[in-house]
């Protein structure tokens, strides 16, 4: 039983991730999509273009030059488009590429785990302190 | 049409990422799992525990110190139990817990998504950069 399970477990998992070529692949998306801000603007793209200081309200906490470079980032991984509009002033609108919405579904499964069981990552958390200080 | 896309596309997303309180749990989440040395121990526990020197040769690249580092980030999470064996030498295994578990969905979703599409950010950026050469 211990063995089915195991195989169960086995997989669900994303093929073996210890195949170096593997290891690489998914350390360079994460590189990505582990920062919060590339997540946070795929996600506000996620319901249709934005200009950027539409991007920049819907994600307040974030600074203008951390918007450019996030958004040169995912245009570079080919994840968002910039398209200029020659109006004046030129109107340019960012947009996710057919590539950049198909994170949606693995992002949106991280981001539902991540509500789900916030709570039970920051109790973990004091009551690990707790036990490091009775120790000390 | 293009109403009842967007809206589509909003029911895939992990819920209102904009709200501060949300955005926050899913920043500290993804610190964790962002991290690609705790996503390689997190998918290697996943078929079963092991002991120390066991995780080390099964992630040929991680250092001793990372290695130790990371394990403790886990722990500390909730995410990994360390169990101490009194034998002699002391035997010390560690596993996933039931929260540790339950993260390997995801992952492995982030996993497949990055080996379908690893080809396609290469030229992504291949692309990006020979135009960036051509601007400059």
Known sequence: ?????????TAMLPGNLH????????????ERIGDKWS?????????????????RRAIASISQRMLTLTLRGL??????TRTVFPTIPPRVDYALTDLGRSLLS???????????????????RVQFDAKGSNRG
């Open 106 to 124: 693995p992002v949106g499964a991280l981001g539902t785990w991540a509500r789900q069981n916030h709570a039970r990552i920051v109790k973990a």
């Open 19 to 30: 195949v170096p070529e593997d290891c690489r692949m998914v350390s360079e998306v994460l």
């Open 75 to 80: 245009e570079r991984d080919g994840l968002v």
């Open 1 to 9: 039983m211990t063995t089915r399970r195991a195989q169960e477990r």
């Open 39 to 55: 997540v946070l603007v795929v996600v506000t793209l996620g319901d249709g273009p934005k200009r950027f200081n539409e991007l």
